[in-house]
């Protein structure tokens, strides 16, 4: 996913509009020059349909959006599978792991080729020891969202 897909992504998830009120206050809001700066930290993966991007119980390190395509959220109950919800782009999953580093509370996976943007715990922390406002404006936009 090119940069500029990247960037479109995150307008479309983080930036203000649908999810995020236009009457947060500007200075708090992630602008066109942060999306373009988180859009560079953000790596694009790949799934294939089928793929387990994330499972259930397993330590959580990292936050995902849909790009493309098309995943699913199942949580398992006496080894059956239960639906949760069906997500395409611009929506976002495994923001607990971010925000809080807990374990996983669900298994998604892919339900046609989708490629997702992961943003990665360790990021976050490294952002927020520098005190970059960045860090501080994608922590409340993932609050509101």
Do not use: W
């Not at 069906?86 to 999953?93: N, Q, S, T, V, Y």
């Not at 807990?102 to 927020?128: F, S, Y």
């Amino acid at each position: 996913m090119d940069p500029d897909t990247r960037y479109e992504v995150l307008r479309g998830t983080l930036g203000v509009g649908d999810v995020i009120p236009a009457t947060i206050d500007p200075d708090l809001a992630l602008c066109d020059p942060e999306l373009r700066q988180l859009a560079g930290l953000v790596q694009a993966v790949r799934f294939r349909a089928g793929d387990v991007i994330i499972r259930e119980g397993d330590a959580g390190d990292s936050l995902f959006i849909v790009g493309s395509g098309k995943v699913r959220i199942v949580r398992l109950a006496d080894g059956n599978e239960i639906p949760v919800a069906e997500l395409r782009r611009g929506a976002l999953f495994g923001e607990l792991a971010v925000l809080e580093g807990r374990t996983r509370t669900a298994t998604v996976i892919a339900d046609e080729d989708a490629e997702l943007l992961r943003l990665d715990r360790a990021l976050m922390k490294q952002l927020l020891a520098q005190r970059d406002p960045l860090s501080y404006k994608i922590l409340l936009a993932l609050t509101l969202h």
